[in-house]
Protein backbone atom coordinates (compact mmCIF):
# COMPACT_ATOMS: atom_id res chain seq x y z
CA UNK A 1 0.00 0.00 0.00
CA UNK A 2 1.11 3.10 -0.85
CA UNK A 3 2.25 5.79 1.74
CA UNK A 4 -0.85 7.96 2.44
CA UNK A 5 0.35 11.51 2.10
CA UNK A 6 -1.86 14.75 4.97
CA UNK A 7 -3.06 17.33 3.38
CA UNK A 8 -3.77 20.39 6.50
CA UNK A 9 -6.35 22.80 5.91
CA UNK A 10 -6.05 26.00 7.65
CA UNK A 11 -8.85 27.34 6.64
CA UNK A 12 -10.17 27.87 10.62
CA UNK A 13 -6.96 29.71 11.55
CA UNK A 14 -8.32 32.29 9.78
CA UNK A 15 -11.65 31.92 10.82
CA UNK A 16 -10.20 33.10 14.24
CA UNK A 17 -8.74 35.98 13.53
CA UNK A 18 -11.66 37.15 11.59
CA UNK A 19 -13.45 36.62 14.94
CA UNK A 20 -11.83 39.67 16.03
CA UNK A 21 -11.03 41.61 12.38
CA UNK A 22 -7.27 41.08 13.74
CA UNK A 23 -4.05 40.36 11.76
CA UNK A 24 -3.38 37.33 14.20
CA UNK A 25 -3.35 33.99 14.32
CA UNK A 26 -1.89 34.28 10.35
CA UNK A 27 -2.80 31.24 8.18
CA UNK A 28 0.46 31.76 6.97
CA UNK A 29 2.54 30.49 9.87
CA UNK A 30 0.36 28.11 10.33
CA UNK A 31 1.33 26.51 6.99
CA UNK A 32 4.86 26.71 7.79
CA UNK A 33 3.74 24.78 11.21
CA UNK A 34 2.34 22.30 9.10
CA UNK A 35 5.06 21.70 6.78
CA UNK A 36 7.53 21.50 9.07
CA UNK A 37 5.81 18.57 10.85
CA UNK A 38 5.32 16.92 8.49
CA UNK A 39 2.40 17.96 6.06
CA UNK A 40 2.46 17.00 2.64
CA UNK A 41 0.45 19.51 0.97
CA UNK A 42 -1.96 22.91 2.48
CA UNK A 43 -5.15 23.22 1.34
CA UNK A 44 -7.48 26.18 1.37
CA UNK A 45 -10.78 27.08 0.85
CA UNK A 46 -11.77 30.78 -0.39
CA UNK A 47 -14.60 31.17 -0.40
CA UNK A 48 -17.29 33.69 -2.22
CA UNK A 49 -17.87 35.44 0.97
CA UNK A 50 -14.20 35.59 2.36
CA UNK A 51 -15.34 34.11 5.24
CA UNK A 52 -11.93 33.03 6.44
CA UNK A 53 -9.23 32.75 3.81
CA UNK A 54 -8.63 36.20 2.15
CA UNK A 55 -7.23 36.83 -1.68
CA UNK A 56 -4.14 37.91 0.33
CA UNK A 57 -3.70 34.74 2.34
CA UNK A 58 -3.88 32.78 -0.91
CA UNK A 59 -1.51 34.67 -2.32
CA UNK A 60 0.91 34.38 0.39
CA UNK A 61 0.20 30.67 0.92
CA UNK A 62 0.85 30.09 -3.21
CA UNK A 63 4.45 32.05 -2.37
CA UNK A 64 4.78 29.77 1.11
CA UNK A 65 4.17 26.15 -1.18
CA UNK A 66 6.00 26.83 -4.00
CA UNK A 67 8.88 27.98 -2.46
CA UNK A 68 8.70 24.90 0.03
CA UNK A 69 7.87 22.50 -3.21
CA UNK A 70 4.60 21.27 -0.90
CA UNK A 71 1.65 21.62 -3.15
CA UNK A 72 -1.28 24.07 -2.63
CA UNK A 73 -4.62 22.53 -3.22
CA UNK A 74 -7.04 25.52 -3.64
CA UNK A 75 -10.50 24.50 -2.50
CA UNK A 76 -12.93 26.67 -4.63
CA UNK A 77 -16.20 26.82 -5.83
CA UNK A 78 -17.26 26.13 -9.39
CA UNK A 79 -17.92 29.55 -10.56
CA UNK A 80 -16.32 32.54 -12.95
CA UNK A 81 -14.83 34.39 -10.06
CA UNK A 82 -13.10 31.67 -8.19
CA UNK A 83 -12.14 29.77 -11.89
CA UNK A 84 -10.24 33.12 -12.85
CA UNK A 85 -8.14 33.03 -9.25
CA UNK A 86 -7.01 29.17 -10.19
CA UNK A 87 -5.89 30.42 -13.57
CA UNK A 88 -4.14 33.17 -12.28
CA UNK A 89 -2.28 31.36 -9.30
CA UNK A 90 -2.10 27.84 -10.65
CA UNK A 91 -1.44 25.44 -7.77
CA UNK A 92 -0.32 22.21 -8.01
CA UNK A 93 -4.12 21.05 -7.14
CA UNK A 94 -7.18 22.15 -7.19
CA UNK A 95 -10.61 20.70 -5.52
CA UNK A 96 -14.11 21.92 -6.74
CA UNK A 97 -16.45 22.31 -3.85
CA UNK A 98 -20.35 22.91 -3.63
CA UNK A 99 -21.10 25.89 -1.33
CA UNK A 100 -24.19 27.92 -0.14
CA UNK A 101 -23.93 31.26 1.23
CA UNK A 102 -25.64 29.98 4.60
CA UNK A 103 -23.91 26.94 4.92
CA UNK A 104 -21.96 26.34 8.18
CA UNK A 105 -19.28 24.26 6.43
CA UNK A 106 -19.25 22.27 2.95
CA UNK A 107 -21.90 20.31 3.73
CA UNK A 108 -22.86 17.54 1.14
CA UNK A 109 -20.40 16.81 -1.76
CA UNK A 110 -20.40 18.38 -5.69
CA UNK A 111 -23.56 17.19 -7.39
CA UNK A 112 -21.66 16.06 -10.79
CA UNK A 113 -24.02 13.75 -11.92
CA UNK A 114 -26.37 16.52 -11.81
CA UNK A 115 -24.20 19.28 -12.91
CA UNK A 116 -22.23 17.51 -15.45
CA UNK A 117 -22.18 20.92 -18.09
CA UNK A 118 -21.31 23.22 -15.61
CA UNK A 119 -18.39 21.10 -14.05
CA UNK A 120 -17.12 19.92 -17.33
CA UNK A 121 -15.59 22.88 -18.59
CA UNK A 122 -14.41 23.71 -15.53
CA UNK A 123 -12.47 20.72 -14.87
CA UNK A 124 -11.16 21.29 -17.98
CA UNK A 125 -9.83 24.71 -17.88
CA UNK A 126 -8.25 23.94 -14.74
CA UNK A 127 -6.07 20.12 -16.56
CA UNK A 128 -5.09 22.94 -19.39
CA UNK A 129 -3.93 25.00 -17.25
CA UNK A 130 -1.35 22.08 -15.51
CA UNK A 131 -3.95 22.18 -12.52
CA UNK A 132 -4.50 18.63 -11.10
CA UNK A 133 -8.55 18.54 -10.52
CA UNK A 134 -10.11 17.04 -7.58
CA UNK A 135 -13.90 17.05 -7.04
CA UNK A 136 -15.33 16.58 -3.41
CA UNK A 137 -18.19 14.12 -3.92
CA UNK A 138 -20.18 12.05 -1.76
CA UNK A 139 -19.30 8.44 -1.96
CA UNK A 140 -22.37 7.57 -4.33
CA UNK A 141 -21.32 5.14 -7.03
CA UNK A 142 -23.56 8.20 -9.39
CA UNK A 143 -21.68 10.44 -8.50
CA UNK A 144 -18.36 8.53 -8.60
CA UNK A 145 -19.20 7.62 -12.21
CA UNK A 146 -19.90 11.04 -13.36
CA UNK A 147 -16.80 12.45 -12.25
CA UNK A 148 -14.72 10.34 -14.35
CA UNK A 149 -16.90 10.96 -16.95
CA UNK A 150 -15.88 14.40 -16.79
CA UNK A 151 -12.05 14.23 -16.78
CA UNK A 152 -11.29 14.64 -13.63
CA UNK A 153 -8.06 12.94 -12.11
CA UNK A 154 -8.94 12.93 -8.32
CA UNK A 155 -12.11 12.76 -6.36
CA UNK A 156 -12.00 13.42 -2.44
CA UNK A 157 -14.76 11.44 -0.99
CA UNK A 158 -17.08 13.03 1.74
CA UNK A 159 -16.34 11.29 5.54
CA UNK A 160 -18.32 13.97 7.18
CA UNK A 161 -21.79 11.86 7.46
CA UNK A 162 -19.35 8.78 8.24
CA UNK A 163 -17.20 10.75 11.60
CA UNK A 164 -20.63 12.42 12.43
CA UNK A 165 -21.92 9.08 13.05
CA UNK A 166 -19.10 7.60 14.95
CA UNK A 167 -18.91 10.57 16.98
CA UNK A 168 -22.51 10.57 18.43
CA UNK A 169 -22.26 5.89 18.47
CA UNK A 170 -24.94 5.74 15.93
CA UNK A 171 -25.09 2.24 14.00
CA UNK A 172 -25.38 4.30 10.53
CA UNK A 173 -21.36 4.45 10.61
CA UNK A 174 -20.70 0.98 10.10
CA UNK A 175 -23.18 1.20 6.64
CA UNK A 176 -21.32 4.38 6.05
CA UNK A 177 -18.08 3.01 6.31
CA UNK A 178 -19.09 0.12 4.08
CA UNK A 179 -20.07 2.89 1.41
CA UNK A 180 -16.52 4.95 1.66
CA UNK A 181 -14.91 1.38 1.23
CA UNK A 182 -16.72 0.70 -1.76
CA UNK A 183 -16.79 3.99 -3.07
CA UNK A 184 -12.99 4.18 -3.25
CA UNK A 185 -12.82 0.93 -5.12
CA UNK A 186 -14.71 1.74 -7.67
CA UNK A 187 -13.07 4.85 -7.65
CA UNK A 188 -9.69 3.55 -8.05
CA UNK A 189 -11.35 0.87 -10.80
CA UNK A 190 -12.21 3.69 -12.71
CA UNK A 191 -8.82 5.51 -13.03
CA UNK A 192 -9.40 7.85 -10.44
CA UNK A 193 -6.65 9.12 -7.65
CA UNK A 194 -8.99 9.01 -4.31
CA UNK A 195 -8.65 11.19 -1.50
CA UNK A 196 -11.26 11.33 1.53
CA UNK A 197 -11.71 14.39 4.13
CA UNK A 198 -14.24 16.25 6.20
CA UNK A 199 -14.43 15.67 9.88
CA UNK A 200 -11.73 13.38 10.48
CA UNK A 201 -10.26 13.27 14.04
CA UNK A 202 -7.90 10.76 16.16
CA UNK A 203 -10.71 8.72 16.48
CA UNK A 204 -11.89 7.92 12.81
CA UNK A 205 -8.38 8.58 11.09
CA UNK A 206 -7.34 5.03 11.48
CA UNK A 207 -10.44 3.32 9.63
CA UNK A 208 -10.19 5.65 7.03
CA UNK A 209 -6.62 5.61 6.49
CA UNK A 210 -7.10 1.50 6.50
CA UNK A 211 -8.71 2.16 2.98
CA UNK A 212 -6.33 0.96 0.59
CA UNK A 213 -7.32 2.99 -2.42
CA UNK A 214 -7.29 6.38 -0.53
CA UNK A 215 -4.03 8.19 -1.02
CA UNK A 216 -4.64 11.51 0.71
CA UNK A 217 -6.23 12.48 3.57
CA UNK A 218 -7.65 16.75 4.06
CA UNK A 219 -8.00 16.93 7.50
CA UNK A 220 -8.41 20.50 9.27
CA UNK A 221 -10.98 21.90 11.60
CA UNK A 222 -9.90 19.34 14.43
CA UNK A 223 -6.26 19.75 14.34
CA UNK A 224 -7.11 23.50 14.67
CA UNK A 225 -9.01 22.63 17.66
CA UNK A 226 -6.53 20.33 18.73
CA UNK A 227 -3.71 22.68 18.30
CA UNK A 228 -5.35 24.89 21.22
CA UNK A 229 -4.22 22.02 23.48
CA UNK A 230 -1.40 20.50 22.39
CA UNK A 231 0.07 23.04 19.90
CA UNK A 232 -0.28 22.73 15.86
CA UNK A 233 2.64 20.84 15.57
CA UNK A 234 1.77 18.15 18.44
CA UNK A 235 -1.86 17.50 16.72
CA UNK A 236 -0.32 16.90 13.18
CA UNK A 237 2.12 14.94 13.99
CA UNK A 238 -0.09 12.69 16.05
CA UNK A 239 -2.58 12.54 13.26
CA UNK A 240 -0.21 11.42 11.40
CA UNK A 241 1.58 8.70 13.50
CA UNK A 242 -2.11 7.26 13.67
CA UNK A 243 -2.46 7.39 9.92
CA UNK A 244 0.85 5.69 9.21
CA UNK A 245 -0.13 3.02 12.30
CA UNK A 246 -3.22 2.18 10.64
CA UNK A 247 -1.87 1.93 7.31
CA UNK A 248 1.11 -0.18 8.53
CA UNK A 249 -1.85 -2.48 10.36
CA UNK A 250 -3.79 -2.62 7.27
CA UNK A 251 -1.01 -3.98 5.34
CA UNK A 252 0.07 -6.26 7.75
N1 LIG B 1 -11.90 18.48 2.23
C1 LIG B 1 -12.79 19.37 1.76
C2 LIG B 1 -13.15 19.32 0.32
C3 LIG B 1 -13.35 20.36 2.60
O1 LIG B 1 -14.24 21.23 2.10
C4 LIG B 1 -12.93 20.41 3.94
C5 LIG B 1 -13.46 21.48 4.83
O2 LIG B 1 -13.10 22.73 4.36
C6 LIG B 1 -11.99 19.47 4.38
C7 LIG B 1 -11.51 18.50 3.52
C8 LIG B 1 -11.50 19.47 5.79
O3 LIG B 1 -12.54 19.17 6.65
P1 LIG B 1 -12.36 19.40 8.22
O4 LIG B 1 -12.03 20.85 8.40
O5 LIG B 1 -13.68 19.01 8.78
O6 LIG B 1 -11.23 18.51 8.65
Known amino acids: ?33 AI ?20 SDIDSLDAL ?14 TDEMLAIALRHKPRAACLVPERREEVTTEGGLNVAGEHNRVAP ?13 LFIEPDPRQIAAAASVGTQVVELHTGAYC ?40 TVGAIAA ?7 NIGHFLIGEAIFTGLD ?18 A
Request: proline share 4%; charged share 30%.
Open 234 to 251: AAIRRMRALMDTARDEAA
Open 211 to 217: IPEIAEL
Open 1 to 33: MSRLRLGVNIDHVATIRNARGETYPDPVRAAEV
Open 122 to 134: VVAQLKQAGIRVS
Open 164 to 203: MAVRERRPEAEPLYRRLREGAAQAAALGLEVHAGHGIDYE
Open 65 to 78: TKRRGRPLNFEMAV
Open 36 to 55: AAGADGITAHLREDRRHISD
